[in-house]
């Protein structure tokens, strides 16, 4: 049977199916995307906030985009007046370059543009000031040089090298503590080449190891993921000094 042949009754059959599809993955999507903000907003802790926005939102929004334009993709098939074998294959193929065009658009301004959005964020949160559960006043964030005296050997070698950042948190009139983990390498930043926010540390170079009397030196090498702008920066590593006890609370 030739496609011209098929009963012209059917044709709103499939109009109707079509558009009802475009109606469920449009409705899915939405529901991705509230989903996540409403975990996002049930996530105690400005630190849990951090990390949950950190893995997930991104990945989330891509998924609903897609499940969105692939709803949009059936809507745009669902007004078929008659078939026949051309019209098939064309709009077809005008619907997979329209499914495929717009999901490049959302992919670049998630990954390319929507990082900014993102980064403005996690700054507030991260240096939002924590409530400490002693005395229920904001605590202090300390300096790279004052909180040292709260981090062990082994964190200070991580915070050497970059691959782990600390917050310390410390409660001046109690004296409590609270230690905030951080990746080192977690954020691209801005690309003075692009300004595309696609710039990160692809690799790190020690040349010279920190002592207890001399300083040492690390090469940080900078890839842009946009544009393939390069650059290198070097960094002194403070010197090794012994850490006094303290007594901290992980975040």
Aim: overall charge neutral; glycine content about 6%.
């Amino acid at each position: 049977m030739q496609l011209d042949d098929i009963d012209p009754h059917k044709y709103d059959a499939w109009n109707n199916m079509a558009a009802n599809l475009a109606f469920v993955f449009w409705a899915v999507g939405i529901l991705i995307a509230i989903g996540y903000f409403i975990k996002l907003n049930a996530t105690s802790g400005n630190k849990n906030k951090y990390d949950f926005i950190n893995r997930h939102e991104i990945k989330t929004l891509w998924v609903a985009a897609i499940v969105v334009v692939i709803g949009l993709c059936f809507f745009g098939n669902s007004n078929i007046e008659k078939f026949s074998a051309v019209l098939f294959f064309v709009r077809a193929f005008m619907t997979i370059a329209f499914g495929l065009i717009v999901g490049l658009i959302l992919q670049n301004l998630l990954k390319f543009y929507y990082p900014f959005y993102i980064e403005k964020r996690l700054k507030v949160l991260r240096y939002k000031p924590r409530i400490s559960p002693k005395t229920g006043k904001p605590m202090k964030l300390l300096s790279e040089e004052e909180e040292d005296s709260y981090l062990d050997e082994g964190m200070q070698a991580e915070e050497n090298v970059f691959s782990v950042d600390y917050d310390v948190w410390k409660d001046e009139e109690s004296g409590h503590i609270e230690i905030e983990k951080y990746a080192g390498h977690l954020h691209a930043i801005q690309c003075p080449e692009c300004n595309y926010q696609t710039f990160k540390v692809a690799k790190e170079e020690i040349t010279r190891n920190p002592t207890a009397t001399e300083e040492g030196e690390i090469i940080k090498h900078y890839l842009c993921g946009y544009c393939g702008y390069k650059a290198k920066k070097i960094v002194v590593l403070k010197q090794q000094n012994k850490v006094e006890g303290a007594t901290a609370v992980p975040a």
